[in-house]
């Protein structure tokens, strides 16, 4: 996925989880290139394509604001572009395929990996430790697992996980979250992403793979409770 694509998503995904509500002025382009380590060109071209989709407004020397029926729009591109599949897909059903699919990649992501893609990933961790509500701490949270994939560098495992991060974007994911983190299981879901984190940068793949499989049961059990 281009630069360009792969923020344009993380900004869909921002103003999805309601992070940026109608009217709300979006941080500058200054801002979103450090905040995402790219170049103010990325930034520019990503938001020249939420504009196109009538997602956001700019205005010459006032800045990017969130367009007033941006919410309506986001439901139409979703439905759209989400295949049928994805959304009769339950919770069990998306646990099952975390549990199969994401330590199993893990090799891949260590292989492949670069450092734009460990930066990548730390830059999840910081945000989801940063975010003030449960909405933005899912946000980075799905992005991390899918850092994490992007890093296998393999387009299939990289589709597979967008459409996870679909799943995990529909009411009946969201509504167990919100009942099953607490602050002090977000707290350990955050030590559990930097000892991931950590163990793929140093190359570590039996570790890595372990905290992975520990970390979604831990989920499982949190979400689910078995």
Known sequence: MSMPLALRQTLLDQLQSGQWRAGERLPTERELAQRHRVSRTTVRKALAELKQQG????????????????????NRLVRAAAPDSSRHTSPAELMEARLALEPAIIDMAIRNANAADLQRMQACCDEAERAETLEAFEHWDGELHQAIADAAHNS???????????????SDWGQLKKKSVTPERRLAYQAEHRAIVNALRERDTVRARQ????????????????
Do not use: C, P, W
């Open 55 to 74: 997602l956001i407004e700019q205005t010459v020397g006032s800045g990017t604001y969130v367009a007033d029926h941006a919410s309506t729009r986001l």
């Open 156 to 170: 299939f495992v990289a589709n597979v996980f967008t459409l996870m991060k679909t799943v995990r974007a529909q």
């Open 211 to 226: 905290l992975t499989l520990e970390h979604l049961l831990h989920v499982r059990q949190n979400l689910l409770g078995y």
